[in-house]
């Protein structure tokens, strides 16, 4: 079965930094993409970044890009985000997905798989 496990999570000060881990198992992992998207409180769910595992292609958006670097390690089959420069507003529950097939998107409902989340609390 296809698993995917958020973990890393934790409370920081404002600019401080993070590493978010995604443990992935039960698909030929070079065939997709693999996301990470949050949720805070009222508000939809926001797509971050994504990367191709076969060819390291990445994705991030504008609120994100240049504070957060995306990562893959084939051997292991795990997806990390580094979060850098922390701000309040980048509170929120964080999750890894996995996209049907690869490309270059964090459009929600183009990702089958879903880890639970992972809980990233920025403070003063």
């Known amino acids: 079965d296809v698993q995917l496990q958020a973990s890393g999570g934790g409370s920081v000060p404002t600019g401080g930094s993070l590493r978010l881990s995604c443990a992935t198992s039960g698909f030929t992992f070079e065939e997709h993409t693999v996301g990470w998207f949050r949720q805070a409180p009222g508000k939809e769910r926001e797509g971050l970044s994504c990367?191709?595992?076969?060819?390291?292609?990445?994705y991030y958006s504008d609120s994100v890009k240049g504070r957060f670097t995306i990562s893959r390690d084939k051997d292991k089959k795990m997806v990390y985000l580094d979060l850098n420069g922390l701000k309040p507003e980048d509170t929120a529950v964080y999750y890894c997905a996995r996209r049907w097939m690869t490309g270059l998107s964090t459009t929600v409902w183009e990702y089958d798989y879903w880890g639970q989340g992972t809980l990233v609390t920025v403070s003063s």
């Open positions: 990367i191709n595992i076969g060819d390291g292609s990445t």
